[in-house]
């Protein structure tokens, strides 16, 4: 079993920019993709960014594109979420998750770790 452990939120303010790290331990290979989840307070889950294990082809929410950037260093095992020009409705807790697609939507597997607050002020 892979643990993800995710870091790197913080408070900053609207156009302001973060990079969020989620570290890979335990087992040494990921056999899905990797994602970037986020849940708002009384809200769902919501996938924001996908980064596939093989190709590294990269997917966006709507709401992410043109803003975020995922990425990640093999070497270290370690997957990065890169934003930018952030804005309020930005404010969730984001999580990594190794990933699959089903049901039409991507999808995390396994238990949600802590996650990493982010909090836009306006």
């Known amino acids: 079993q892979v643990q993800l452990v995710e870091s790197g939120g913080g408070t900053v303010q609207t156009g302001g920019s973060l990079r969020l790290s989620c570290a890979a331990s335990?087992?040494?290979?990921?056999?899905?993709?990797v994602g970037w989840f986020r849940q708002a307070p009384g809200k769902e889950h919501e996938w924001v960014s996908v980064?596939?294990?093989?190709?590294?082809?990269?997917y966006y929410a709507d709401s992410a594109k043109g803003r975020f950037t995922i990425s990640r260093n093999n070497a270290e095992n370690i997957f990065y979420l890169q934003m930018m020009n952030l804005k309020p409705e930005d404010t969730a807790v984001y999580y990594c998750?190794?990933?699959?697609?089903?049901?039409?939507?991507?999808?995390?597997?396994?238990?949600w770790g802590q996650g990493t607050q982010v909090t836009v002020s306006s």
């Open positions: 980064i596939h294990h093989d190709d590294d082809s990269a």
């Open positions: 335990g087992r040494t290979w990921i056999s899905y993709a």
């Open positions: 998750a190794e990933t699959t697609w089903s049901h039409n939507s991507w999808r995390g597997l396994g238990s």
